[in-house]
T-cell receptor
Framework: KAGVTQTPRYLIKTRGQQVTLSCSPI?????VSWYQQTPGQGLQFLFE???????NKGNFPGRFSGRQFSNSRSEMNVSTLELGDSALYLC????????????FGQGTRLTVV | EDQVTQSPEALRLQEGESSSLNCSYT??????LFWYRQDPGKGPEFLFT???AGEEKEKERLKATLTKKESFLHITAPKPEDSATYLC??????????FGKGTKLSVKP
């Protein structure tokens, strides 16, 4: 059974650009959550999607957005990148909503220069 | 404000030397407490979910317990392959997960 797949694994962008990250959940999982991980702040919740609807949102600016498709795949977009957006972005999938027993992908390492 | 605090930040053990990691939390309406293991360059790996005070769960050399204010992850006779960062997360009533900053465990042979 394939795990959670995130693409790309590594990304370098320039300040002011925008970026789109992709996440394919485990087959059959309908909930996808996104997290930002930095050395200083640790893992912080961005948002959760379930059946194409955003269920929860963390305390991040509107530059961070996401969506989920009918096949449960999800994308996260960050516009007008700032240096502080450099982080490991993790996606997690679970069978049901509200992050119960979530399974994480390997993450996308975003570097903003 | 809901908070999750893990201690110690780092722990170095000799192989076979048992110890415990602590996760204390202040959250209104706890729905669940989760333990994850994270290896360098990888996403967190789910270990346990605890829902109510007094609950205990075990997996190999790991045992997690939950009280009303904290959770412990006890590691019995650790091996070098147990070296990793252990993350604790609590789930609020809204469903949001709040993570602690983790305990980095190093087990020396």
């Amino acid at each position: 059974k394939a795990g959670v797949t995130q693409t790309p694994r590594y990304l370098i962008k320039t300040r002011g650009q925008q970026v789109t990250l992709s996440c394919s959940p485990i087959s059959g999982h309908r909930s996808v959550s996104w997290y930002q991980q930095t050395p200083g702040q640790g893992l912080q919740f961005l948002f959760e999607y379930f059946s194409e609807t955003q269920r929860n949102k963390g305390n991040f600016p509107g530059r961070f957005s996401g969506r989920q498709f009918s096949n449960s795949r999800s994308e996260m977009n960050v516009s007008t990148l700032e240096l502080g957006d450099s982080a490991l972005y993790l996606c997690a999938s679970s069978l049901r909503a509200a992050n119960t027993e979530a399974f994480f992908g390997q993450g996308t390492r975003l570097t903003v220069v | 404000e809901d908070q999750v605090t893990q201690s110690p930040e780092a722990l170095r053990l000799q192989e076979g030397e048992s110890s415990s990691l602590n996760c204390s939390y202040t959250v209104s309406g706890l729905r669940g407490l989760f333990w994850y293991r994270q290896d360098p360059g990888k996403g967190p790996e789910f270990l346990f979910t605890l829902y109510s005070a007094g609950e205990e769960k075990e997996k190999e050399r790991l045992k997690a317990t939950l009280t009303k204010k904290e959770s412990f992850l006890h590691i019995t006779a650790p091996k070098p392959e147990d070296s990793a960062t252990y993350l604790c997360a609590v789930q609020e009533q809204s469903g949001n997960l709040i993570f602690g900053k983790g305990t980095k465990l190093s087990v020396k042979p």
